[in-house]
């Protein structure tokens, strides 16, 4: 299979980061590694987004909402 990525927003900013992906659980999936505790991947609108391009983030939503 390919390489996966998500982005991170850190600082006004979104970094391209590579995961390795692990199980399926329903419609989640598992981020084996790749990521911090705390890292905040941006999930909305990655379709125009390009390694340190700026952003203005949206309030947090709980996981599964």
Known sequence: LGEYFVYVADNGHAYQRKVTLGTRIGGMVVVRSGL??????????????????????????????
């Open 36 to 65: 911090k505790t705390g890292d905040k991947v941006v999930v909305e609108g990655v379709q125009k987004l390009r390694d340190s391009s700026a952003i203005n983030p949206a309030p947090e939503r709980p996981v599964g909402k």
